[in-house]
């Protein structure tokens, strides 16, 4: 069974940045395509960044030109690059991810708090 281990949340300042890592375990599961999600206390979870296997990527409008989605084949791994964070940025970010042989699973979470 595969599993997505995310790492890279923590506490920072306003303006500071982040990278979250996701990465798949089993060597059978190579990543196809990836997104992260993030949810804040209250609210639904939101979509935040998406990237396809050919490298295509879409951002939430809130994070444009500050996240950036990639993924490393190699490592089997993805990242979102966090940069100006800002205190509405804070949530639990979640990774998600379909797999070359098909199915799907997701990241546990991670903290992710923007003190201001």
């Known amino acids: 069974q595969v599993q997505l281990a995310e790492s890279g949340g923590g506490l920072v300042q306003a303006g500071g940045s982040l990278r979250l890592s996701c990465a798949a375990s089993?060597?059978?599961?190579?990543?196809?395509?990836m997104g992260w999600y993030r949810q804040a206390p209250g609210k639904q979870r939101e979509l935040v960044a998406t990237?396809?296997?050919?490298?295509?990527?879409n951002y939430a409008d809130s994070v444009k030109g500050r996240f950036t989605i990639s993924k490393d084949n190699a490592k089997n791994t993805g990242y979102l690059q966090m940069n100006s964070l800002k205190p509405e940025d804070t949530a639990v970010y979640y990774c998600?991810?379909?797999?070359?042989?098909?199915?799907?699973?997701w990241g546990q979470g991670t903290q992710v708090t923007v003190s201001s």
């Open positions: 089993g060597s059978s599961f190579s990543i196809k395509d």
């Open positions: 990237i396809t296997s050919g490298g295509s990527t």
């Open positions: 998600n991810a379909n797999f070359i042989i098909g199915g799907n699973a």
